[in-house]
């Protein structure tokens, strides 16, 4: 009951921020309503959001990914190896780019699921590994002139102003949404993040769902990289670096706890907007982008901090006299 009223407190404290985020925005800027700078909004970070919903079922199971950006460029840069080289289809080039990018989310769930490895130590292998692999298929060039229809993927709107990106993301939160809180397979989510020998003993397959889990998100990274590629319009070895910083910040930020087991979809989506605007706001401001980086580093920071203070404190505040004369 307690981390449920904390948590609910929570999100109605990220609620309050984006509305104060809100006003401040207006004050910085006139163009800050309009409808071309909320497209261009998400437009500009639609790649990390598809990732973070992603994130947010990993790290309430308990885990972690850090490889995820270095996934996103390795995906990136085999299509972008197979289309130089040629005598592939370039629809083709792009399923082949989303099924290495899958086997290096499988490879990585391997070690964790079944050897027992920590996912921080795997994944952060997986960090300098898969871009490395990057950077090899593709050196220090950069690599375009890619079809039309795929570049018109990433850059022609489908919807007013709206591309096919961010009507996927809106669909896919939604479905994330619904099978993490109404689904057998999200109650094992949380149930393994809370604690995996429990979740063991009471029958959950908890090796296989760890291995799901790092799976799609090796999948749902390598199919960020590729939609990023299709907006960039070119593809090089450093693409995506540094995303994973705005990803994990954007999921703690929502109230999922780092130890797992605890989080919602719903405090994931308002950490989503509160980000977002910050980083519009601070560009509407002129501020460089070091300058957004470190106020993300910041947030990051205060998104682990503040939580797990409030909560130790109302638990020493709610915890009953007796108990507290029994200790003494």
Known sequence: MLERALRYRWELFL????????????????????????????????????????MTFVIINGEIDLSVASIMAFAACVLAALHEAGGVPFALAALIALAA????GAIQGAFVAFMGLPSLVVTLAGLIGWRGAGRILVEDRSIGDFPEWFENLGQEPVFGRVTFAIVFFAVFIVVAGIVLHRTAFGRAVYVIGNNA?????????????????????????????????????????????????????????????????????????LSILVVLNIRNGLG?????????TGAIGVLLILAVLVPNLVARSARTFFQPKHSLQEEG
């Open 101 to 104: 990018a899958t086997a290096a």
């Open 284 to 292: 509407l401001g002129n501020i460089d982008q070091n300058t957004q």
């Open 15 to 54: 609620a309050a921020v984006l509305v104060a985020v809100f006003f401040v925005n207006i004050s910085l800027s006139e163009f800050y309503l309009s409808e071309r700078n909320f497209v261009n909004m998400f437009q500009l970070s639609i790649e990390k959001l598809i990732v973070v919903v992603v």
């Open 197 to 269: 020998s429990v979740a063991r003993y009471s029958g959950l397959n908890v090796a296989r769902d760890k291995m799901a889990l790092l799976t799609a998100s090796g999948f749902f990274a390598g199919l960020a990289g590729v939609l990023f590629a299709a907006r960039l319009g070119s593809i090089r070895g450093d693409l995506a670096v540094g995303f994973e910083l705005d990803i994990i910040t954007i999921v703690l930020l929502g109230g999922v706890s780092i130890f797992g087991g605890s989080g919602t979809m719903v405090g994931v989506a």
